[in-house]
C-alpha cells in the first residue's frame, strides 16, 4: 500500500497560480505512475493529468492542457500539480492517487491509492 499525502490548495482570484504536491511513503516501488484526480460539488470525479515514474510521461485532460503542468521529484517521491492561469471551473477537491501498472492513465479503476484531497477554490 501507498501512502498519499496532498497539500497546497487554497483559494486564489482566476487567473492566479497554485501549486500542489503530493508526498508517496509506504511501498512506493509499486506505483507505476501517479495521477491528479479532482472532484466537484454535485459532480464525478475526474482525470486531470498523469506521469509516469520512470520515463516522466505526462498525460492530461483536455481542459488543463496547456494550463497545468505535472512534474515528479524521484527522489523525493513527490508529484506536483502547477496551475496557472486558473479559472473558477478548476473549483474542487484534488486527489492524488498512485496508478497500478495497467494501461488507462486516465481511467480510475487504474489507481489503488488515494489521498485525503486538498480543496482549490477559484474566485471570479
Known amino acids: 500500500q501507498v501512502q498519499l499525502v496532498e497539500s497546497g490548495g487554497g483559494s486564489v482570484h482566476a487567473g492566479g497560480s497554485l501549486r500542489l504536491s503530493c508526498a508517496a511513503s509506504?511501498?512506493?516501488?509499486?506505483?507505476?505512475?501517479m495521477g491528479w484526480f479532482r472532484e466537484a460539488p454535485g459532480k464525478e470525479r475526474e482525470f486531470v493529468a498523469a506521469i509516469l515514474w520512470s520515463t516522466g510521461s505526462t498525460y492530461y485532460a483536455d481542459s488543463v492542457k496547456g494550463r497545468f503542468t505535472i512534474s515528479r521529484d524521484n527522489a523525493e517521491n513527490t508529484v506536483y500539480l502547477q496551475m496557472n492561469s486558473l479559472k473558477p471551473e478548476d473549483t474542487a477537491v484534488y486527489y492524488c492517487?498512485?496508478?497500478?501498472?495497467?494501461?488507462?492513465?486516465?481511467?480510475?479503476?487504474?489507481?489503488?491509492?488515494w489521498g485525503q484531497g486538498t480543496q482549490v477554490t477559484v474566485s471570479s
Open positions: 509506504g511501498r512506493t516501488y509499486s506505483a507505476y505512475g
Open positions: 492517487a498512485a496508478r497500478k501498472p495497467v494501461v488507462g492513465a486516465r481511467i480510475r479503476d487504474a489507481y489503488d491509492s
